[in-house]
């Protein structure tokens, strides 16, 4: 077998990974929450998966490194796209949720949930 680290199955998921913020290890030292794939009947990996207030944290760093700045610095219809792109992605479901995106925003808890009522007001048009 090729050694953890060059492997095509390992080489191939690790941009999913990376993007959820979670860990490869190798299989042998996965523990019962993680997650060991296999390949051609072969455990090859093992993931593990962030904490959901981490994985806040790492999805609000990756908007910012897309963006080019601190969120903080968006305009508002920027700022209202972020929202939009969180609450889609369960963020808001994670406890502090809400402060946590605020924080990183600049703005305050109450203009989060004014984009958040926003974006349910026109869902439901």
């Known amino acids: 077998m090729t050694?953890?680290?060059?492997?095509?199955?390992?080489?191939?998921?690790?941009?999913?990974?990376?993007?959820?913020?979670?860990?490869?290890?190798?299989?042998?030292?996965?523990?019962?929450?993680?997650?060991?794939?296999?390949?051609?009947?072969?455990?090859?990996v093992a993931?593990?998966?962030?904490?959901?207030?981490?994985?806040l944290d790492h999805i609000l760093l990756a908007l910012?490194?897309?963006?080019?700045?601190?969120?903080?610095?968006?305009?508002r219809k920027a700022k209202q796209e972020v929202v939009r792109i969180l609450e889609a992605r369960g963020a808001f479901a994670v406890r502090h949720g809400v402060e946590t995106v605020a924080g990183a925003l600049g703005v305050s808890r109450f203009t989060v949930y004014n984009y958040l009522?926003?974006?349910?007001?026109?869902?439901?048009d």
Request: aromatic residues 4%.
């Open 47 to 55: 993931v593990r998966l962030p904490q959901l207030a981490d994985s």
């Open 64 to 75: 910012e490194r897309k963006r080019g700045r601190p969120l903080s610095e968006l305009d």
């Open 3 to 44: 050694s953890f680290g060059d492997d095509p199955f390992v080489t191939a998921v690790k941009p999913l990974v990376d993007a959820m913020g979670g860990e490869m290890i190798p299989p042998d030292q996965a523990g019962t929450d993680d997650v060991v794939l296999a390949w051609e009947g072969e455990d090859v």
């Open 117 to 124: 009522n926003r974006e349910n007001a026109a869902k439901g």
